[in-house]
């Protein structure tokens, strides 16, 4: 069977399930807007049509459900119906010239997409794949734009309408994200109305995005709110947040129920927007700041470190002391679990890292090279090393206590942290950031474009880039060349100490007393955690000198002075 073959018989399968599901719309509904062409556009679409209707003759004459098919996508290419029939004359006459043009026309992106996408129906389908197939997967294989772009494309969220929704709204996410194609935000908008208005969820909720920002349309609040509640309607997560955030200012209840309804479908960032404090107990001495925060990797237990000279073990479900590590002879700045969560790691004041047995509370080992009080210490992923920080960051064996190597920073240090594949090792100081090779102990790069100082420096989830924050702005890097790639700010007279991402990784918290979140797609601030979105009442905003997540994310822990807060959103206290 041939390629067009099994292109057909697909299409014969999406018309048969369309013809049964739904009853045929009136003639007067099917008419599409045309757009103009220019010649070479509409010669590549023709060639494309001419090439489908000559797979629906290679089996005979084209029966009334093909020529559904066929007239479908001529609708979908912008093509007239005059030119659809000319199509289905042309394929009358097999011929290599007619193939080699049909192969000519998939290098246009437009019709590049739509067959694509009927080659992975194919391949769903677990269709045979004959020497067509693989030569013409061969020709894809040499156009590199192509397979970013259908790689790109496939891991959107498809389906939900018949016929060709989803390729136009493929499109139109081609033509916004520049996969593959030059961004051209007004073919991505007429993509995306094409989609939308066949009832393509996603394609409404993006199409309401383009309204709202102005994005090749006219900048319009009515009709993005609009196609925002079609796309609601639909089930679709974002549609609703989108809705709950724009809603926030004018309408409270309706947009305090939006969220809910988010949050119900799944939103992570609604579930924040909806935090509530479930349980508050003070976890050290009174006027003895809590320091640090955390969470165990398995999220049954929190610990806590403070001014008060210890750190101690909470049960996280009922907020009871299990034990206290005692033995430091000044403040403890933080405190953290290993990965496998059966030894605490502690930095203190007075110059010394402790190494413990979270189970019994036992003192494991004493580590002391620093010259000046020590800020913080951490282990890497497997466990096997620890980095502590001081005025200098040293690199330890975790087994053995033995000192790897100290680092030789310009001056004191604010931050230093592992990389997630533990091969970097990042450092903050005054006002510059440094990576480090964490085997050789070399410095890579400096990040030097902060004019105020650095208060901390992370890398994200996937260790490609770093954050560094100074002061009310957030830089963000990329890790490999060292470019700045982008940088965005608190709110006025606001100011950031500490960075965190989410676990789902979809948000960037921004703490220091007050905490901000911002999308980490847009790297926009996320309303759903203002003021006045989250409650009237001030104590139901999020606020904390430090933060954690449980590891499955619904569990938020906050610190502040001496007290612990742990909150969760309303739609899980339900």
């Given amino acids: 069977m041939s390629l067009l073959d099994l292109m057909q018989r697909k299409k014969l399968e999406m018309a048969q399930r369309h013809t049964e599901d739904s009853p045929e719309q009136p003639a007067k509904q099917q008419v599409k807007q045309r757009h103009p062409l220019s010649g070479i556009e509409r010669e590549n679409r023709f060639a494309y049509l001419s090439g489908i209707a000559m797979g629906a003759l290679a089996d005979g004459p084209i029966n009334e459900d093909e020529r559904r098919v ?6 979908a290419l912008d093509l007239t119906k005059n030119d659809g029939e000319r199509a289905v004359s042309s394929a009358q006459t097999v011929d290599d010239a007619l193939l080699s043009l049909f192969l000519k026309s998939v290098r246009d992106i437009d019709v ?10 194919m391949i769903e389908a677990d269709a045979p794949v004959g020497k067509e197939e693989d030569e013409i997967r061969s020709l894809f294989t040499d156009m590199i734009e192509a397979e970013e772009s259908v790689r ?77 509640r079609k796309a609601a309607g639909q089930g679709s997560a974002d549609a609703r947040f989108r809705l709950a955030s724009i809603l926030g200012e004018t309408e409270y209840e309706q947009s305090v129920i939006w969220c809910y309804e988010a949050a119900r479908a799944g939103h992570r960032q609604a579930r924040y927007g909806l935090l509530r404090p479930f349980r508050t107990f003070s976890a050290h001495k009174e006027r003895r700041r809590i320091t640090s ?4 990797p398995d999220g049954r237990f929190i610990l806590t470190a403070s001014e008060d000279m210890t750190a101690k073990l909470w049960d996280a479900e009922s907020a009871c002391e299990i034990r206290t590590f005692s033995g430091h002879s000044e403040s403890v700045n ?36 620093h010259r000046y ?19 200098d960051p040293i690199l330890w064996n975790a087994r053995t206590g033995e000192k790897i190597r100290r680092f030789e920073p310009k001056t004191r240090i604010k931050s230093a942290v592992f990389s997630p594949d533990d091969r970097f090792i990042l450092t903050s100081d005054l006002y510059d950031v440094t990576l480090w090779d964490a085997e050789t102990g070399s410095a890579i790069r400096t990040f030097a474009e902060h004019k105020q100082i650095v208060d901390t420096a992370i890398f994200s989830p996937d260790g490609k880039r770093i954050l560094t924050c100074s002061d009310d702005t957030v830089f963000l890097w990329d890790r490999e060349s060292g470019e700045d790639i982008l940088s965005f700010r608190a709110p006025m007279g606001s100011s950031m100490r500490r960075l965190l991402f989410s676990p789902d990784e979809r948000t960037l918290f921004g703490i220091d007393g007050e905490i901000f979140a ?42 502040s002075s001496n007290e612990v807060k742990l909150w969760r959103s309303l739609v899980d206290l339900q």
């Fill in 334 to 369: 933080s405190a953290v679990f290993s990965p496998d969560g059966k030894r605490a790691l502690t930095a203190s004041n007075d110059k010394t890292v402790g190494l413990w047995d979270a189970e019994t509370g036992e003192t494991l080992r004493i580590l002391q090279g």
């Fill in 70 to 75: 066929l007239r479908d996508l001529t609708l």
């Fill in 293 to 296: 925060a955390v969470f165990s």
């Fill in 152 to 228: 790109a494309l496939q891991s959107e969220n498809f389906g939900g309408a018949e016929g060709y929704a989803d390729v136009q709204y493929a499109l139109g996410l081609l033509y916004e994200r520049e996969y593959g194609a030059e961004q051209h935000e007004a073919k991505a908008a007429r993509y995306l109305k094409k989609a939308a208005g066949q009832g393509h969820a996603q394609a409404q909720y993006w199409l309401g995005v383009f309204y709202e920002e102005g994005f090749g349309v006219h900048q319009d609040q009515a009709t993005a709110v609009n196609w925002y």
């Fill in 518 to 559: 911002f999308d980490t797609s847009t790297w926009e601030r996320c309303p759903a955690f203002s003021k006045d979105y989250t409650c009237s009442n001030e104590h139901c905003v999020l606020r904390g000198e430090t933060l954690s997540f449980s590891p499955d994310g619904k569990t938020l822990l906050t610190s």
């Fill in 373 to 391: 009080s020590v800020d913080s210490a951490v282990f890497s992923s497997d466990g096997e090393r620890i980095l502590s920080h001081s005025t």
């Fill in 112 to 121: 590049k997409v739509f067959f694509l996408f009927d080659l992975q129906r």
